[in-house]
Every structure is written in structure tokens, then in C-alpha cells.
């Protein structure tokens, strides 16, 4: 006795219904840690004004802000990076920590 309840995967090539979503722009929540959400993020704080790397990291969530930034300027994004020096909410000072901001 065959169960027919059962439904049949689609065989490859069978796409009818299916939609390739990679070149629409997602939706990201506000905490995503997706990279697209990452860069997101970064080009959306350095329209309104430049940040440093330890900025993105503790206020954006931004994992390795040195890889997203390299992605962004891949993308066509000309962002500049300046050294400074940061102290922290300690006292430790942090030489060459680096400044982003977004060019137009």
C-alpha cells in the first residue's frame, strides 16, 4: 500500500514559483548581524557624520569594521580613513585607531 498524501519535492530545473531575490535590496532588522546589514549601517552613520572603528564596533555592532569598510570601497563607496588618537572611557589611549568618513 503507497501513501499518497505524500507531495514530491520539485525536480531540479522546476523554478515555476520561485524567485531569485538577489537583486532586490532586503530588509534587515535593526540588530542583524547579516553583512549586508552591517554595511547598511556604516554608510547610513557616515552620511551624517565620521566615525571611528571603535564607534562602529560599541555603538553599531559592526564586527570587523576594517573588512566592511574594503567591501564598501569595492562597491564604489570612496571613503577616506585618517589615524587619530582615542582614549577610552578608562583612560587607555588607543594611537591610529582609525577615523571613516564618506566622500561624496
Known amino acids: 500500500m503507497t501513501d499518497t498524501s505524500k507531495q514530491k519535492a520539485p525536480v ?55 573588512r566592511r569598510i574594503k567591501e564598501l570601497r569595492e562597491q564604489g563607496h570612496t571613503i577616506q580613513t585618517d589615524r587619530v588618537v582615542l582614549v577610552d572611557a578608562w583612560g587607555y589611549s588607543h594611537p591610529r585607531c582609525a577615523l571613516y568618513s564618506l566622500e561624496a
Open 12 to 66: 531540479v530545473g522546476a523554478t515555476k514559483g520561485f524567485q531569485n531575490n538577489t537583486s532586490k535590496r532586503r530588509n534587515f532588522s535593526a540588530k542583524s548581524c547579516a553583512v549586508e546589514a552591517q554595511r547598511e549601517r556604516i554608510l547610513e552613520a557616515l552620511r551624517h557624520r565620521p566615525h571611528t572603528s571603535f564607534e562602529l564596533t560599541s555603538l553599531l555592532g559592526i564586527y570587523h569594521p576594517p
